[in-house]
């Protein structure tokens, strides 16, 4: 079965600053995607990046960008000039990318807190 | 406005009453997920439904039970609660074949006393 780690239960920056947020997984698979979730106290799930593994080029959305090591099995996320509003939980989740039942495996997350 | 939709978003149970949380999509989605939440474990896989008419378990199912009631709705029924069911349990839905992850509902916070 598939495992989503993320040994970091805590991070802090100071705002505008650069963060780098750790994942691992375990998998054998060849074919599957990478996601980081924001969960502010809202307690809401957004997608933040998705990563498709067959693709080499890291995923970029604005501050956000990711480290895809496949050959080591990382995924971590890289949030540039962070913002007050960036203090949230965040998920890593890993998905098969056969089709079928299509369940994403999370990891423990990680609580970031931005220090004004 | 399109998206999943979870309730209630609290509630309180007393140890051995059941509850039912209600889940419903309007995306036209075929699978749908029920997870729950708890500090330094992310989320865990309860049940699914891969489509309509089906379900199977997840990582996490003992003390619940769940119901596609046809595509749009997926409940998660608990028969018996129990205090260690105290968690946030979310639903969600698959985005088309999977690659842009879930929808996710914004969850219902559940304590049992």
């Known amino acids: 079965a598939q495992t989503v780690t993320q040994s970091q239960p805590e991070m802090s920056v100071q705002e505008a600053e650069t963060v780098t947020l750790s994942c691992t997984y375990d998998?054998?698979?060849?074919?599957?995607?990478l996601f980081w979730y924001k969960q502010p106290p809202s307690r809401q799930m957004i997608l933040v990046i998705r990563q498709e593994a067959y693709k080499q080029q890291n995923a970029t959305e604005n501050r956000f960008s990711v480290n895809f090591q496949k050959a080591a099995k990382s995924f971590s996320l890289k949030i540039s000039d962070s913002q007050l509003g960036d203090a949230a939980m965040y998920f890593c989740?890993?998905?098969?990318?056969?089709?079928?039942?299509?369940?994403?495996?999370f990891g423990q997350g990680t609580r970031l807190t931005i220090n004004p | 406005n399109a998206g999943v939709t979870q309730t209630p978003k609290f509630q309180v149970l007393k140890t051995g009453q059941s509850m039912t949380l209600q889940c419903a999509q309007d995306m036209n989605h075929n699978s749908m997920y029920w997870y729950r939440q708890d500090p330094g474990m992310g989320l865990r896989l309860i049940y699914y439904s891969a489509s309509e008419g089906t379900t199977d378990k997840g990582e996490v199912p003992n003390g619940y039970n769940v119901s596609r009631l046809n595509k749009r709705e997926f409940s998660l029924r608990l028969e018996s609660a129990a205090p260690s069911q105290t968690s946030v349990y979310f639903c969600a839905s698959i985005i088309g074949q999977g690659g842009y992850g879930y929808t996710f509902g914004s969850g219902t916070r559940l304590t049992v006393v």
């Open positions: 998998t054998s698979e060849s074919d599957y995607y």
């Open positions: 989740a890993y998905k098969r990318g056969v089709q079928g039942a299509q369940k994403l495996v």
